[in-house]
């Protein structure tokens, strides 16, 4: 476990997801990331593989995972003391360019609305969660009704009668507030 590597980061997750997300978030990335599904790298998919196995294995189970958030959060503090950016310890190299010299990812950006700059092959897409915003590679034969997002286990995009429920309930507590409430300005003193 090397506390300055960014486990939630490398499985795209937030710190407090549950054990479910973690899951589907490492099915989904093992999916992406496999050697057979990137046939021009196969060496970087293999290693983001291993990073991904391992990761999971330490969030995965409770212990772990808190032994790593504590040694993580000192790790922090450290680099926060020597003025290290841990941003710039997170990087991660990606496949090498042509001419053989090594680079790293640029920093993505914290906005939900942010773009993503990595070119995709052309039978995937990118297409942005309306639940927590991030984005996701989507092949293009799929709708984004039947694709769950990696970071929040949420569907890419709800079906209408998915849209349509979800609206009604909201309206269904809405009335139940305002009934209580005047049912509460109704009721005389004294009277229960």
Avoid at 95 to 120: C, I
Avoid at 169 to 184: I, K, Q, V, Y
Wanted: with cysteine; net charge positive.
């Amino acid at each position: 476990m090397d506390p300055s590597r960014d486990y939630y980061r490398i499985l795209e997750v937030h710190p407090q997801a549950g054990a479910d997300v973690i899951e589907r978030a490492k099915r989904v990335l093992l999916q992406r990331y496999h050697p057979d599904h990137n046939p021009e790298r196969p060496g970087w998919a293999a290693e983001r593989t291993r990073e991904i196995l391992e990761a999971y294995a330490i969030l995965s189970d409770p212990q772990r995972r808190q032994e790593y958030d504590r040694a993580r959060a000192r790790w922090l503090a450290e680099q926060r003391t020597k003025g290290v950016s841990s941003a710039a310890q997170d990087r991660r190299p990606t496949r090498p360019p042509e001419d053989g010299t090594a680079r790293t990812t640029p920093k993505r950006s914290r906005r939900p609305n942010a773009t993503p700059q990595e070119p995709l092959p052309p039978h995937l897409r990118w297409i942005r969660c309306q639940g927590c915003g991030r984005y996701s590679r989507v092949p293009r034969n799929l709708s984004p009704t039947q694709v769950r997002c990696g970071a929040c286990g949420e569907p890419l995009r709800l079906s209408l009668r998915e849209r349509w429920r979800r609206r009604l309930l909201l309206w269904d507590t809405r009335a139940e507030r305002l009934r209580n409430r005047l049912l509460g300005l109704l009721r005389l003193p004294g009277r229960r």
